[in-house]
Nanobody, 124 residues
Framework: HLQLVESGGGLVQPGGSLRLSCAAS????????IGWFRQAPGKEREGVSC????????YYADSVKGRFTFSRDNAKNTVYLQMNSLKPEDTAVYYC?????????????????WGQGTQVTVSS
């Protein structure tokens, strides 16, 4: 049974930080491209960041570049999204997803497995 479980969301003030985790069970994460996506109320799901399975290279959306960092711990079969300098517009439900591909992309339609999401709220 393949499963992705996100955690680490919460309420944080603007300028603060959060670290999201995504733990996999039933499959090995480093054989898949992994993506982080988010969806705010009334908006479409958008890609935030991803990591390729082939070489571990990462890619970031312009809106989070320089603030978010994607990392992977193969021993724990877990990936992380470190989010710094958070802004109110980062408020959304964040999802991790896995794709049967080597190079990651930020198109949600390319991903095969999804977690249930974790809420991130940035507000004073």
């Amino acid at each position: 049974h393949l499963q992705l479980v996100e955690s680490g969301g919460g309420l944080v003030q603007p300028g603060g930080s959060l670290r999201l985790s995504c733990a996999a069970s039933g499959f090995t994460l480093d054989y898949y491209a992994i993506g982080w996506f988010r969806q705010a109320p009334g908006k479409e799901r958008e890609g935030v960041s991803c990591i390729s399975s082939s070489d571990g290279s990462t890619y970031y959306a312009d809106s989070v570049k320089g603030r978010f960092t994607f990392s992977r711990d193969n021993a724990k079969n877990t990936v992380y999204l470190q989010m710094n300098s958070l802004k109110p517009e980062d408020t959304a439900v964040y999802y991790c997803a896995a794709a049967h591909r080597e190079l990651c992309v930020l198109f949600s339609t390319e991903y095969d497995y999804w977690g249930q999401g974790t809420q991130v709220t940035v507000s004073s």
